[in-house]
Every structure is written in C-alpha cells, then in structure tokens.
C-alpha cells in the first residue's frame, strides 16, 4: 500500500500541463485537490488522487503515450532538496538509492526495485495497478524519467539492454523500440529495464560530500 505523499509530483504535472495549455481546475479535477493548497508544507495526498490526476491528463491530451512524453522532459531540479541530495552524491548507485528511499517526498506511485551486476543494472517496476493505461503510464514516464536523470547526473547518453513489459502491447508499441532502442518484449511476468552504460558505480560530476550531508539531513527531516 502506498502511503501519503509529499504533493510534488503533483506540482509538476500541473506545471507540465499549465505549459501545454490546460487549466489547472481540469487537471485536478476530481482528486479532492485544491490549486491553492499545493504550496501547502502540510499538505499530504494519496495514490488516489494522484491517480485522478493521471487519468485526466491523458483523456485531456488523448496521447496514449503520455508518460513517455512527459518522463522525458522531466528535470531534476524540479524535485527539490531530493535532487540536491542525488546530485551531490559521490557515485550514480548512492543517488538512485536515494530516490528510493525518499520516495515519498517527489510522490512516486510506483514501486521499483534495483538488480545489480558487473556489467549492467535492472530496475523493475511493480504498478500495482490494474487499470491498463495507469499501468502504461506509470512505467513509460520512469523508464524515460530514469534515463534522463541518469545522464543528468552523469554526463553520459544512457543504453540498454532489454526491456521486459507485463502487458500486451499498447497502440503505441513503436516508441517503446524508438525511445528505448533495444529489445522490447511484451507479456513477460514483470516490468523490467536493463541498463548497461553508464553503471551504478559511475561517479558524479557534482559530487559534494558535506552539502550532501545537509541535504540528507533535511530529507530525513
């Protein structure tokens, strides 16, 4: 079950949809969210009405691939005192199990896991979900979300392997093999994306071990 969240994700959305030209009433439209509480540091919502959310900007849009589009142009920055904490992290394998860990503060609705080796990574993602295009969504907008953080923090283009979904494939099956350019393999038993380059122990760039530190310290907070 996933706990209350910290409204960010929720904050983003509306912003990415305010961009595209819808008002914020139809995007929080029935989800028990009110606009002029998102700025709220008491406010706390649920998988629900993140939910809510999610389905009206995909009726709203009428893009079945919404979430590929939306997880690539995520930005870091807009995840607050986490991503100054991923950021100044010593090594890309600090900074995601961070995300992992605090992932109530960005108000992530899925559950993912981490598979390591030498020679590449797999994060697997478990929706819990059983509303076909939720479940597309969810994993479209964090694979590319992954990705685009990844090389955010590390400078460098990410690749994969393999990508293993739990669905049929979707109306829009072909960006799954253009975004991804690897093997994609419907109806497998879970959700899976493998990595290759650059690997968790790649170091970062902005690696900042006090400001670090600080930043944990406000995210434990």
Known sequence: MIPLLRPT??????????RRGFPVAQVLADSGIKA??????????D????????????????NPGLGFEIGGDVQLTDFGILAHAMMSSR??????????????????????????????WTTHYDTGSTDVKLRHFYVE??????????????GKTV???????????PPHAVLY????????????KRCSLTVTSPLLNEPLRSSDPEFNEICLDHCSQ
């Open 47 to 62: 998988g629900q009405q993140c939910e809510s959310i999610i389905r009206n900007m995909l009726r709203m849009t009428g």
């Open 177 to 188: 093999h253009e975004l991804l350019a690897c093997p994609v393999r419907f109806n497998e």
């Open 9 to 18: 994700k929720i904050r983003y959305y509306v912003n990415v949809m305010k």
């Open 159 to 169: 690749t994969f392997k393999e990508c293993k979904l739990d669905y049929p494939p």
């Open 141 to 154: 907008e964090m694979m590319l979300a992954g990705a685009t953080i990844a090389k955010t923090l590390t």
């Open 91 to 120: 090594t890309l394998h600090e900074a995601v199990f961070l995300w992992l860990r605090f992932y109530n503060l960005v108000g992530m609705t899925i559950q993912i896991n981490i598979e390591e080796t030498k020679r590449s």
């Open 36 to 45: 002029n509480r998102l700025e709220d540091p008491s406010l706390l919502v």
